[in-house]
């Protein structure tokens, strides 16, 4: 560097040091006047904070979006994002959401009146519970009738029946997320769809349908066809699906529409921003949502991730930040006792409630010809009973969070808690072993470790073992309770052995499966039971045959008075005192009689960060995010 390149640039000791001037030569420095400059302040302008967001993980990827299409978890646990309501099923009871209140008996806006009908006219058949066409020898119900005991035979010509007929009425004020007007008429539009035959969907209420309309652009109106009393009749107001955008699609075209299937719009806190096929749907808060006086929702983004094959780490990523959430879709089985350990330790939230599903272990009682009746004598199955240890089994299927159950009704549905109802039989070893004796199975070795044998036993050859097959699917938590169901039974000389089943040989209807083709011995699974109890399960009239394919009562069990009962509560009018009476029957014959051993209520379990708030899974709610508009993040929760 020359002398000129360092001339002028700043302090002399710098200048001297960077240019290697030696100290012989003189340097002439002249200061002169500081310039002034004109300076100009540049502030920077700041980032907006990022948009609060919420991370959702979800097992696998919904198919679709479109109302009457996917019935996954994932798929409802999006749509609840979307919509809100129509109605909540919260504790096993109805809540409106946009409705200005639910219908009720009590109130006149659920009624029932007497008409005539007439032969070929569409009526519920009080013997079948199926919707039938009145003909010459079928029973009916007459008007006034509210239950088994006063059916009669049609004879001809015209009588009176009774018919229900519900108004609905929305609040005022709502919209979709596009600004249109949200009315009566969108909602008979969507029960249109749900009728026609290209749309895939049980035809339940529809078939028990006799109108559906719109009195006036808030109002619909659903009358029943005679003789059906539907005890959920609050909920029976079709979902709005937008005729604006939609109507013009056949109920076919809407199955893969774009705008029905991928980016449906709804009434709910959020609407879709984009979907990004194998990855994430991205969803942002609705300007339009009509509780956004309240601050709702409160975050702006929701993310629905899609996990795959990342599903054996889906707890970590909630350790990692990169789930806030994981939907109940993304937790397995597998994963529950380190989910418990993580959340004793703080790392995380786990919340959990008893569900819908009842775990049952259930006998078979018209086994095919060559297999052994082992249980055709009330005294064993009431023996194996007293011999289970429901306690155990839940911890051991559960890591802890599963319900003991001792009925077909859930720990905590209302109508499991009417005076009179059966509790079914304590864990009593000691109880079991007496019943065993008496039924002719004797502990010949002395030793409770070894199967009894059968001395006397009605119907069962002299010498044959008290050894059967336990049939159930592969799962973590069957595997779990099986090995309990071992180990409890064995106490009492009873041996069982696991039977692992792919769930289509198991559950396959009339003759195929398993189970509903009744060749197996006992059975390990899950039936749900939300409103109405599932009496059927039990009923002789649901014994799978030739004339009854599609039958759900697997056990065979048949009963007079119990099939009495449960026609009852299938026909009868849930506010009248016939209805609960049913229930309570059902309950106390199945304790008595024993073709099943309820054993545990499936927990139902949210994952989350520890900074999640709002959590709230409900035993009976169709999906664990009912509430997410409300769900927030905070330091510490209230």
Not at 39 to 65: D, F, H, M, R, Y
Not at 143 to 166: H, N, T
Request: hydrophobic share 40%.
């Amino acid at each position: 560097m020359n002398r000129s390149g360092c001339a002028g640039l700043a302090a002399l000791a710098i200048l001297l040091a960077s240019c290697n001037v030696p100290e012989e030569v003189e340097v002439p420095i002249t200061l002169g006047p500081t310039p002034t400059a004109a300076v100009k302040v540049v502030t920077p302008t700041p980032e907006p904070p990022p948009p609060k967001t919420l991370i959702v993980c979800l097992e696998n990827e919904p198919s679709s979006l479109y109302l009457y299409g996917d019935t996954s978890p994932e798929a409802d646990a999006v749509l609840q994002a979307i919509y809100d309501g129509p109605v909540d099923l919260l504790d096993y009871a109805y809540s409106s959401v946009i409705l200005s209140k639910l219908p009720s008996i009590a109130d006149g806006d659920a009624r029932v009146q007497a008409i005539s009908v007439t032969e070929g006219d569409i009526y519920l058949n009080p013997e079948t519970a199926q919707p039938d066409n009145l003909g010459v020898g079928k029973s009916y119900m007459p008007a006034g009738c509210q239950s088994a005991e006063c059916i009669q035979a049609y004879q001809g010509g015209e009588v009176a029946m009774d018919q229900m007929v519900v108004e609905y009425r929305l609040s005022p004020g709502l919209v979709w997320s596009d600004g249109e007007p949200l009315t009566a008429h969108d909602s008979v539009f969507s029960y249109h769809l749900d009728q026609h035959p290209d749309t895939p969907t049980t035809k339940y209420v529809v078939s028990r349908t006799a109108a559906y309309t719109a009195v006036d652009d808030r109002t619909t109106r659903w009358v029943g066809i005679p003789g059906f009393f539907d005890a959920e009749y609050a909920s029976n107001f079709w979902t709005p699906l937008p005729m604006h955008l939609l109507g013009e699609s056949s109920a076919k075209e809407l199955l893969d529409a774009q705008a029905a299937a991928r980016l449906p719009i709804g009434w709910g806190a959020y609407r879709i921003k984009e979907w990004l096929p194998g990855q994430q749907v991205v969803l942002e808060e609705n300007d339009q949502y009509y509780r956004s006086g309240e601050g709702l929702p409160n975050f702006e983004i929701v993310i629905f991730r899609f996990l795959g094959d990342q599903i054996a780490s889906a707890f970590q990523q909630v350790l990692t930040g990169e789930c806030d959430i994981l939907d109940p879709s993304a937790v397995e089985e597998d994963q529950l006792s380190a989910l418990v350990a993580l959340a004793e330790s703080g790392k995380l939230q786990l919340t959990s409630v008893s569900g819908p599903l009842v775990e049952r272990f259930d006998f078979n009682l018209e086994p095919p010809p060559g297999q052994l009746p082992l249980f055709g004598d009330v005294r064993t199955r009431l023996a194996v009973a007293a011999c289970t240890d429901r306690e155990r089994v839940a911890e051991a299927a559960t890591s802890g969070l599963g319900f003991p159950a001792h009925s077909y009704l859930p720990p905590g549905h209302p109508l499991a808690q009417e005076e009179g109802e059966a509790e079914g039989i304590d864990f009593d070893p000691g109880a079991a072993t007496a019943l065993l004796e008496e039924a002719g199975w004797v502990d010949e070795d002395g030793d409770p470790q070894t199967a009894r044998v059968a001395r006397g036993a009605p119907g069962i050859a002299d010498g044959t073992p008290l050894t059967f097959r336990f049939s159930t699917t592969p799962s973590a938590m069957h595997e779990a309770m099986a090995g309990a169901l071992q180990e409890s039974l064995q106490q009492c000389g009873i041996s069982i052995q696991v039977d692992l089943q792919a769930a289509n040989e198991l559950f396959a209807s009339w003759p195929d499966g398993l189970a509903f083709g009744r060749r197996f011995e006992t059975v390990g699974w899950a039936w749900p039971a939300l409103v109405s109890p599932p009496c059927e399960m039990f009923a002789g009239f649901e014994v799978p045959s030739e004339s009854r394919r599609f039958g759900i009562n697997a056990s065979g069990f048949r009963h007079a008075e119990y099939d009495q009962a449960c026609r009852t509560l299938l026909i009868a009018p849930a506010w009248a005192a016939p209805y609960p009476e049913a229930v309570s029957s059902t309950l106390r014959i199945l304790a008595e009689q024993a073709p099943t051993i309820p054993l545990f209520a499936h927990p139902r379990i949210l994952v989350a960060a520890k900074d999640i708030c709002g959590l709230r899974p409900d035993p009976s709610a169709f999906s664990a995010l009912w509430n997410l508009e409300v769900l927030d993040r905070l330091e510490e929760c209230p």
